[in-house]
């Protein structure tokens, strides 16, 4: 399968309980570049970062995905025939994705977080889009947003929020 150019950086430093790490993805024209601080100073850990990107081309996406599905075959066994059926029936680049109990565990951790989002331009099948957000989050709140997105000439602008001193850990959305 060919996927053009693909690159991967990720730098990594530490001192004492201070932690710096940055990473950079790309898959031909597509890069998307992470930052992220973390002070692990206190109880309550403090982490600020963003995500950013210039482009992101998702069709060139997909195809590093697809590369990585087949590199994971190699030398494995035999997909059952339920696997077969599975994959044939799937559409899109993720399925059954799920961040369930990883995103459970950073809410309830106690940290406090801001990560802002910036995907300037965003080409899919059916147009060009970008999408600009934050998430917010401490003791007792997540906040996304406000999660600005734009489609095929359309605009919307979410807003999430969770109280998470209440049991029930609802989200409202407005927007």
């Known amino acids: 399968m060919e996927t053009g150019q693909a ?6 430093v530490s001192q004492g309980t201070d932690w710096n790490a940055n990473a950079k993805v790309g898959v031909a024209d ?4 992470i930052a992220a601080d973390l ?3 206190t109880s309550d850990p403090v982490l600020r970062g963003t995500i950013e990107s210039d482009l992101i081309k998702i069709d060139q996406i997909r195809t590093i995905v697809q590369a990585v599905a087949q590199l994971r075959k190699l030398g494995g066994s035999e997909p059952s025939e339920e696997d077969a059926n599975k ?3 799937d559409t899109g680049p993720l399925r059954d994705v799920t961040l369930k109990p990883i995103g459970r565990s950073i809410l309830l951790s106690g940290m406090d977080m801001d990560v802002d989002i910036d ?3 965003i080409e899919g099948a059916k147009g060009i889009s970008s999408l600009q957000s934050e998430l917010t989050l ?3 709140e997540f906040k996304a947003g406000p999660l600005k997105f734009e489609y095929g000439g359309a605009h919307f602008d979410v807003s999430g929020q969770m109280d998470l001193s209440d049991e029930a850990h609802l989200l409202t959305l407005t927007g």
């Open 30 to 33: 597509s890069v998307l570049q």
């Open 39 to 41: 002070d692990d100073a």
């Open 138 to 140: 401490n003791e007792n």
């Open 119 to 121: 995907l300037r331009h």
């Open 7 to 12: 690159r991967f950086e990720i730098g990594l």
């Open 87 to 89: 994959e044939a029936s």
